[in-house]
């Protein structure tokens, strides 16, 4: 059977990797040490997706840029202890390989960080880092980053596939004119992932990567 769709990209915090609970520990340590205040965790998960430094500078314009150095030096600091793999993307991504799917990674996370991260998880060698914070001006919900993934690949908007964790990702992915995928296992509630109307809206790897590969159960 052939793959559902030719070309995909994900998005990494909370898809790919288990960062999710770096990020939290990361934005609280920024929070307490910067301005002696506790940022409680559904807070600091409503701002993953986001492009680090813009979330802090709205939440703290005066503070925003001590804050951003505080969380990068604690959040590489701690990337290999907190970092978790989730059960089966390792296999999934071979599972594409394998079936000439072409892949890549939109992130707004820095190239340098999103890299350790995927080493950290062991994945790095299967999947490219297309496009990192520093590759586009505009970032997610915008549809930028992820077309700049796609032309990393040569690939149309139409027949990629963007698959995300958060309401941002799907609608970037609709901003750009991909199909879009919604994954449970990451930072958003699932109903606010419904809210967005994404193509798909898997809660297991396993069911992404019947999805992707075009299996009746997907």
Not at 30 to 57: C, K, Q, Y
Not at 137 to 143: A, D, G, V, W
Request: aromatic share 6%; net charge negative; hydrophobic share 45%.
């Amino acid at each position: 059977m052939r793959p559902r769709f030719n070309t995909v990209l994900f998005d990494l915090d909370g898809t790919l990797a288990d960062t999710i609970p770096l990020i939290v520990a990361s934005y609280q340590h920024a929070f307490r040490t910067v301005l002696g205040e506790e940022i409680d965790e559904a807070t600091a998960r409503a701002w993953i997706g986001r492009p680090l430094l813009a979330a802090l500078l709205e939440e703290s314009p005066e503070h925003g840029h001590v804050l951003d150095a505080s969380y990068r030096e604690w959040n590489l600091a701690n990337t290999a202890r907190l970092i978790q793999r989730y059960d089966g993307v390792p296999e999934m991504l071979d599972a594409l390989t394998a079936a000439g799917v072409r892949m890549a990674v939109a992130t707004s996370k820095r190239r340098k960080t999103a890299r350790l991260a995927l080493e950290g998880v062991g994945i790095d060698h299967l999947i490219e880092v297309a496009a990192g914070l520093e590759d586009t001006t505009r970032h997610k919900p915008e549809p930028d980053p992820l077309l700049h993934a796609a032309a990393s690949l040569r690939a149309q908007p139409a027949e990629c596939v963007y698959v995300g964790d958060a309401t941002v990702d799907v609608l970037a992915a609709r901003a750009a004119g991909m199909a879009a995928v919604a994954v449970s296992w990451g930072a958003a509630e699932r109903a606010a992932l419904e809210a967005t109307g994404p193509d798909a809206l898997v809660d297991t790897v396993g069911d992404l990567t019947a999805y992707l590969l075009g299996h009746p159960e997907g």
